[in-house]
């Protein structure tokens, strides 16, 4: 940092950050004044305090996770649920031995853990079940099956893990340091595996997650005395009878999760169920046009949506777009409770960790190699919520990251550089906006 610079910051951590202008706040922290662009406005008035490149479009990362949000809401309501079905087909004689096959069905709940196919196959005790004359059927043909979200990030990230009708825990096993078993069992070696470290815990991203989630059906089935055949993938055979259906939470809860925690196979299987479509790209496209078409006088030149997470650089949002879309979400769901909330819930629960900024922030921040965004309301103590909205973005280092398949050792200090300082500026920008007067 130079000379400059840190006599800078040195001022500034000494003078209350309101003393600080806006670009002394961005040069204190390591950035050239036109890599930030940011917009503060009243949620009330729509009055604009504050707007410093505000129409330029950059990588907007996980905070177009809001455009999924909206979208998911709009076309399924908030109170939907999705089942997770078991069926059967023929007759169970007095030995325990059905004389047909046994279906599990997925029906796109992204939050099905373990408990939930465990409750399944305890029904499956419970209506008399031992063996299995015909087949254990996989049936997750409702949705597309992706081995990742972007095959352009890590296969190793557990945020890359592989989405479909049928999901278990985020797609992710726990595997053991030392690597001799995962939790739960994952019989797939996909690429991730030889990349991970051997000699601590890691989780591990599941590639084919429909097939992972009915081996580990037929492992806790088992478990209660019952044996299934090997899984084969197929439809539900027509006729064939419910025996038991896990529902999962409503469809405001699950969003939340996936705002709270940023989750990316939430975000995508939500999409994906919303839309109907066959592929990531087609369904962002028809959510991107849905957001679009209910805001008509917003400019939409340069804005992208590649997926529904935001995992792409190739996904891009100025921030006076995404201050719409906020405004949307807000007028349409009461967005924001969904966020995560300064000192307390998800992404900000260790953030803002002061008496005068607890719960005065509640915002979606976002993430990519040499770009940062946060998006979200400030609550200062006097004219109500405010909306704001910054990106933060090294173009030279994100075309550079763009140009290698894996950073080298240099690329990857400056990312994390980069990540820290776009961190810290970011609170440091929005605890200003929060005290900006009106």
Do not use: C
């Not at 409503?250 to 925690?261: C, E, K, N, P, S």
């Amino acid at each position: 940092m130079r000379p400059f610079a840190l006599i800078l910051v040195g001022f500034l951590l000494a003078a209350p950050v309101r003393a600080a202008t806006l670009e002394e706040l961005i040069l204190a922290h390591g950035f050239a004044p036109d890599a930030v662009g940011i917009v503060v406005e009243e949620a009330g008035t729509g009055r604009r305090l504050v707007a410093h490149r505000a129409d330029r479009p950059g990588p907007a990362a996980s905070t177009l996770k809001l455009v999924t949000a909206i979208g998911v809401l709009d076309a399924l309501g908030p109170e939907h649920r999705f089942a997770t079905r078991l069926l059967v087909t023929g007759e169970v004689d007095a030995a325990g031995r059905l004389a047909g096959d046994v279906v599990l069905e997925g029906g796109g709940d992204p939050l099905l853990d373990v408990d939930g196919l465990m409750a399944l196959a305890w029904e499956l005790r419970r209506a008399g079940i031992e063996t299995v004359d015909g087949r254990f059927i996989l049936d997750d043909e409702s949705l597309p099956r992706l081995p990742v979200v972007n095959p352009e990030q890590p296969v190793e990230a557990g945020y890359n893990a592989g989405i479909g009708a049928l999901s278990l825990a985020f797609n992710r096993v726990r595997r053991a340091a030392g690597g001799g078993y995962t939790v739960p069992i994952l019989r797939e070696r996909g690429p991730a595996w030889g990349r991970l470290p051997m000699g601590q815990t890691a989780s591990v991203p599941v590639q084919d997650a429909g097939l992972h989630a009915a081996l580990v059906f037929r492992d806790l089935a088992r478990s209660l005395g019952i044996v299934l055949p090997e899984p084969v993938r197929a439809a539900a055979p027509a006729g064939a009878a419910l025996v038991a259906a896990v529902e999962s939470r409503t469809l405001r809860d699950i969003v939340q999760a996936m705002l709270l925690y940023s989750n990316n196979q939430i975000a995508e299987i939500l999409g994906l169920g919303a839309t109907g479509a066959k592929t990531l790209a087609g369904s962002a496209g028809m959510l991107a046009a849905h957001v679009q078409g209910a805001l008509p006088a917003v400019d939409w030149q340069g804005f992208v949506l590649t997926n529904h997470s935001g995992l792409d650089p190739a996904a891009r949002a100025s921030p006076d777009q995404l201050l719409a879309i906020l405004a949307l979400a807000g007028e349409r769901h009461d967005i924001i409770s969904l966020l995560p909330a300064a000192a307390w819930s998800g992404s900000l629960e260790r953030r803002f960790d002061a008496p005068a900024t607890a719960l005065r922030v509640w915002a979606k921040t976002g993430s990519l190699d040499f770009a940062s965004a946060l998006l979200g309301y400030v609550l200062p103590d006097a004219g109500g919520p405010r909306r704001i909205a910054i990106l933060i973005v090294d173009e030279a280092g994100r075309r550079a990251r763009d140009a290698v398949e894996a950073p080298p050792p240099a690329m990857r200090r400056a990312i994390d550089d980069f990540t820290l300082r776009a961190r810290d500026l970011r609170d440091a920008l929005a605890v200003w906006a929060l005290e900006l007067p009106g």
